[in-house]
């Protein structure tokens, strides 16, 4: 996993958290993706007068679960996502390659290229250390080579927060409040998260 300063090297950090399936019983499974959103921040020092960190763009897909189709009530409860949002959305495979195109789109071939110029960063471990190496291994997906390395390392947001701080890092929620941030649409809703994310993010690094 990536170091906390890692940030300081990169290009571009993508903020990226899953939604996926789920219930109260900690025996459901398999889990599957059913929401991929990243907010894009594009970091300073590139010399072109833009100033600090800033959020240049998003991708936000929902996926159709194939395992268990039938969400829960606890997971729409939790998530706020409904039954025919999850109907209407595309495969993981779709999804993972639209984020692939959207890598190159933002970022430019080249740079997409090159893992050390940019990273993907998350709140915890658990979207690129377990949830999405499950759905490749379960689904028996091909990531695409920018995807391939980009999730081999990854910023840990709550690194970079202790780093800042001092102190040790909490929740989401108690990371904003504590820089004074307001937590930004629901909780647990996949986009809001990355973009309170993303904010947090641009909040330490200033």
């Known amino acids: 996993m990536a170091a906390a300063t890692a ?4 290009e571009y950090v993508l903020v990226v958290d899953f939604e996926a399936t789920c219930d109260d ?3 459901f499974g398999p889990q599957e993706i059913i929401e991929l959103p990243v907010v894009f921040v594009k970091m300073a020092g590139d010399g072109d007068g833009d100033g600090g960190p800033q959020i240049v763009d998003e991708f936000h897909r929902y996926i159709r679960p194939t395992s268990v189709p039938q969400l829960t009530r606890f997971c729409t409860e939790l998530t706020g996502i409904k039954q025919e ?3 209407a959305g595309m495969t993981i495979d779709e999804a993972l390659d639209g984020l692939a195109e959207k890598i190159d789109e933002v970022l430019g ?3 997409a290229g090159e893992s050390t110029r940019w990273a993907f960063c998350t ?3 658990w979207d690129l250390k377990t949830m999405l190496p499950k759905e490749v291994r379960n689904k028996e997906l091909r ?3 920018a995807l391939a390395a980009g999730v081999e390392s990854w910023i840990n947001i709550k690194h970079v927060y202790s780093a800042a701080t001092g102190s040790r890092a909490r929740g989401m929620k108690g990371m904003l409040d504590a820089v004074g941030l307001e937590l930004v649409g629901r909780h647990h809703s996949g986009i809001d998260d990355a973009r309170n994310i993303a904010a947090l993010l641009i909040e330490l690094w200033e």
């Open 25 to 27: 019983d900690r025996t």
């Open 109 to 111: 071939a080249e740079l």
């Open 7 to 10: 940030a300081e090297r990169l």
């Open 143 to 145: 990531l695409a080579p």
């Open 85 to 87: 949002t999850v109907d």
């Open 123 to 125: 709140c915890g471990d």
